[in-house]
């Protein structure tokens, strides 16, 4: 489901705020004209004049368009936040425990080379584990 204005809101938008952008590029059809709604105010003017393997924007398809446009959206996705990130981090942390804890009960012989690697991934682990615990012991508040 999207998310923001519906199609009919933006559109109308976009023929408030450029009524002869609107009327110069109705003939877009539909589709288009809510491409072209959802790119930010500065950059519709740039983006109608963008060409896509040398068609314009009135010769592209919706795809070519959706490419095309792609240079003027705004960067997608959210700011992760410090917390966010810590959040993750302990759900993998835990993860990876419940993960050992079930190797260790169904881990049967294991070649040399296999114990080997398994036993640096280990002591790696382990090194930054304890790292990561005293720089966040250091800066608790």
Known sequence: MRTGASWNARVFRLSAESP?????FKSLGPSKLYQIAKLPRAKRAA?????????SVPEMSDAQLHIALAAFRPPAGRKVTPRMRAHGLRMRIRAMRSDLRAARRTLGPLPPDAL???SID???LAT???SLRREISRTKP
């Open 20 to 24: 002869s952008l609107f009327l110069r």
């Open 47 to 55: 983006a109608l004049r963008a060409r896509h393997e040398g068609k």
């Open 116 to 118: 080997s690697l398994l």
């Open 122 to 124: 280990l002591t790696a």
């Open 128 to 130: 930054e584990s304890t």
